[in-house]
């Protein structure tokens, strides 16, 4: 799990029910300012209202994060 105190972790507790965050290195050919992380919530309707409010957050002027729910297994 990663660390709340990171600006992922600070970004995403601020939503009830955040359960693990797990980053995803960047392939070294990635465009800068790119990675990917599964962060997991309790429920689903937790889970969507901070997909809701983090979809195109701006981490920078010009680095908004794109949320999506990840395929079910």
């Known amino acids: 799990m990663t660390n ?15 359960a693990t965050i797990r980053l995803s290195p960047a392939s070294p050919d990635a465009a800068p300012k790119s990675g990917s992380a599964l962060v997991r919530f309790e429920s689903a309707a937790q889970a ?6 983090l ?15 990840a395929a079910s297994a």
């Open 4 to 18: 709340r105190l990171t600006p992922l972790g600070r970004l995403s507790s601020r939503y009830p029910g955040l």
């Open 48 to 53: 969507t209202v901070a997909k809701d409010a």
């Open 55 to 69: 979809d195109g957050f701006l981490v920078d002027r010009d680095a908004p994060i794109q949320v999506r729910f």
